[in-house]
């Protein structure tokens, strides 16, 4: 119930100088409480005249916020609404991308088998002339066959102690003349070493001390493809290291004379 015109009213006593606590407790201690009370009420008043604006501006805010957080939660569940139509639709686009990639990636690779299969049809078709050659060369060595062998066989066999020149005479001169005399075909250039051996393992032998020149080659097929025991006349110690280094891994024995 207080007013502006009762703090008008009271505000003289307030100015006078015996209207303090200290001057109450000196007559009554009941005037001097009550003398506090006016004094706390109408400080009361002025404190309040500010607050109830500010009390009404807060619960009219509030309101507002109320409303304002009624919005937000319909907005947000429309959000939430959308959301969830847009991970569905989200899904459906990732897995319709997915069979895209797959779909590109089959397609990359049948071009590439393609592409590879083409490569291989053309080359394929430049082998054939190549295929047809070969084969017909082919028959003509299997024709061959008889006397390339009885020439290989026949320089295992009796060519081991002889030079080059006199393995030449003999195979050459001699032996080639008599497959001719009896029809018997065989190859004019016919390489010994290359039908006896392999270039593996030629290195081989070179890698074990065995020299690379013709006649040491043909020395070593004699040592390794004949069925009997070879003797070596190796002035120069050649063929002994080849055959210890050789036969290393086979535990080969060596008597010193």
């Known amino acids: 119930t207080i007013n ?19 001057h109450g407790k ?10 506090s009370w006016t ?11 500010e607050v109830l604006p500010l009390k009404a501006n807060l619960a009219k805010q509030e309101g507002r916020l109320r409303i304002a957080n009624a919005e937000k939660d319909k907005a947000q569940a429309e959000l939430d609404e959308k959301q969830a139509e847009l991970d569905k639709v989200q899904a459906k686009f990732d897995a319709a991308m997915k069979e895209k990639m797959d779909l ?21 078709s430049g082998e054939k002339v190549r295929w047809t050659q070969q084969s017909k060369e082919f ?20 060519c081991g102690p ?27 250039d016919l390489n010994l070493i290359a039908m006896l051996v392999d270039q593996p393992t030629i290195s081989e032998w070179n ?14 097929i004699i040592v390794t493809k004949a069925s009997r025991y070879p003797l070596l006349v190796d002035p120069q110690t050649q063929g002994k290291e080849w055959v210890k280094n050789k036969e290393q891994d086979n535990e080969l024995q060596v008597n010193s004379v």
């Open 162 to 188: 002889f030079n080059q020149d006199f393995r030449n005479l003999l195979l050459k001169d001699l032996w080639e003349a008599e497959l001719r005399t009896h029809k018997i075909p065989f190859s004019d």
């Open 26 to 35: 000196k007559v009554c201690g009941n005037v001097a409480g009550l003398l």
């Open 207 to 220: 890698l074990q001390g065995l020299p690379g020149d013709p006649l040491s080659i043909q020395n070593g």
């Open 104 to 124: 590109e990636n089959d397609a990359e690779t049948c071009k590439r088998k393609m592409q590879a299969a083409s490569a291989l049809i053309d080359g394929l």
């Open 39 to 49: 004094q706390a009420m109408v400080v009361f008043y002025g404190v309040n005249r």
């Open 4 to 22: 502006d015109e009762t703090v008008e009213l009271v505000q003289p006593y307030f100015e006078m100088e015996d209207y303090t606590l200290q």
């Open 139 to 158: 028959k003509s060595q299997i024709k061959r066959l008889v006397g390339d062998i009885l020439l290989c066989t026949g320089f295992l066999s009796y």
